[in-house]
């Protein structure tokens, strides 16, 4: 039950943070830089497999080691590299296989991976404690 309610909260955090990101703050940033790659519309599909998926390995790999250990910090920090390797393995294979990827985009999108990633699994241990599930 415990794993249930973090992933609960934590695929709610992410699904704010990267709607915010992706749909308000980087948006323009995001079109500019991929222009005839972006897909228009999403595929919604694929995107929901996707945040199903990666906030099952970042509760198992991050949120995980906060609620063992009771430390928040412990979860941010595993976050930030689940974040990091993840991002990073998608940007890097598509420099080194899409003709025109953006490096400055791959940049980006790797170290907003890695910040979603920390805060996610941080604020996902905080919350369950403060409603007393960790």
Same mark, same amino acid.
């Given at each position: ?46 995107? &929901? ?80 404690? &403060?409603?007393?599930?960790?």
């Amino acid at each position: 039950m415990k794993y249930a309610q973090a992933y609960g909260v934590a695929l709610v955090i992410f699904l704010i943070l990267d709607g915010l990101w992706l749909g308000v703050v980087a948006r323009g940033f995001y079109t500019s830089r991929m222009g005839d790659l972006l897909a228009s519309p999403p595929r919604w599909g694929v995107a &929901a497999i996707f945040y199903a998926l990666y906030v099952v390995g970042l509760v198992y790999f991050a949120v995980n080691a906060g609620l063992e250990t009771g430390r928040w910090q412990a979860a941010a920090l595993n976050g930030a590299l689940f974040g990091f390797f993840a991002y990073l393995t998608y940007n890097a294979t598509a420099l080194s296989v899409i003709r025109g990827f953006d490096t400055t985009l791959a940049t980006l999108d790797t170290l907003w991976g890695t910040a979603m990633g920390a805060v996610t699994a941080g604020v996902t241990v905080l919350v369950l404690q &403060a409603l007393g599930r960790a």
